[in-house]
T-cell receptor, first 112, second 116 residues
Framework: TQLLEQSPQFLSIQEGENLTVYCNSSSVFSSLQWYRQEPGEGPVLLVT???GGEVKKLKRLTFQFGDARKDSSLHITAAQPGDTGLYLC????????????WGLGTSLAVNP | DTGVSQNPRHKITKRGQNVTFRCDPISEHNRLYWYRQTLGQGPEFLTY????????KSRLLSDRFSAERPKGSFSTLEIQRTEQGDSAMYLCASSFRSRISYNEQFFGPGTRLTVL
């Protein structure tokens, strides 16, 4: 059972378009992280959201945590070829373990 | 500190051989994780350490896999009698776990294993 569902799985768009990636779960998370991974490299942390309803902006990227802390979205405005990569969400569940639960990722290709 | 490092970056081996990978985490981080990743998929959890203690091991991890973190510093992941299905990217990550931290993980570049 995949606890974190990411959609879409694949996305190919033209430079300048906007896009939204979703990360959904039936579980509540104490925090949720977004990572970006380029081919042949490890994931790189973009942002951590911790409060229900929280919105964080990172240049053209806007991250939102759902009010119930079960879902999150990543919106990219005016996508550029440099945004190409695998976007991963990972949720941390409350408790002593605090192991991250990973989504399967959204593979984004931005064509010039 | 330059971040998490992993060696080797690439490993090609024949089926049945043993391989060992090394991970050097960020020095002040007390948690170290091993993941396996196949192309286009998210990381699949294998095991993690807090300091030198191995706290959890995935049920997906067969007896052929073993990991150590002596002295709570670097870690090694060994795969015995490799199989073609072991071909994947093996990622290491470290984090600093405290009561107020959010387990933000910092990844190494990975070791790409190809089993022929």
């Amino acid at each position: 059972t995949q606890l974190l569902e990411q959609s879409p799985q694949f996305l190919s768009i033209q430079e300048g378009e906007n896009l939204t990636v979703y990360c959904n779960s039936s579980s509540v998370f104490s925090s949720l992280q977004w990572y970006r991974q380029e081919p042949g490299e490890g994931p790189v942390l973009l942002v951590t959201v911790v409060t229900g309803g929280e919105v964080k902006k990172l240049k053209r990227l806007t991250f939102q945590f759902g009010d119930a802390r079960k879902d999150s979205s990543l919106h990219i405005t005016a996508a550029q070829p440099g945004d190409t990569g695998l976007y991963l969400c990972a949720g941390e569940r409350a408790g002593n373990n605090r192991k991250l639960i990973w989504g399967l990722g959204t593979s984004l290709a931005v064509n010039p | 500190d330059t971040g998490v490092s992993q060696n080797p970056r690439h490993k090609i081996t024949k089926r049945g051989q043993n391989v060992t990978f090394r991970c050097d985490p960020i020095s002040e981080h007390n948690r170290l994780y091993w993941y396996r990743q196949t192309l286009g998929q998210g990381p699949e959890f294998l095991t993690y350490f807090q300091n030198e203690a191995q706290l959890e091991k995935s049920r997906l991890l067969s007896d052929r896999f073993s990991a150590e973190r002596p002295k709570g510093s670097f870690s090694t992941l060994e795969i015995q009698r490799t199989e073609q299905g072991d071909s994947a990217m093996y990622l290491c990550a470290s984090s600093f776990r405290s009561r107020i931290s959010y387990n933000e993980q910092f990844f190494g570049p990975g070791t790409r294993l190809t089993v022929l």
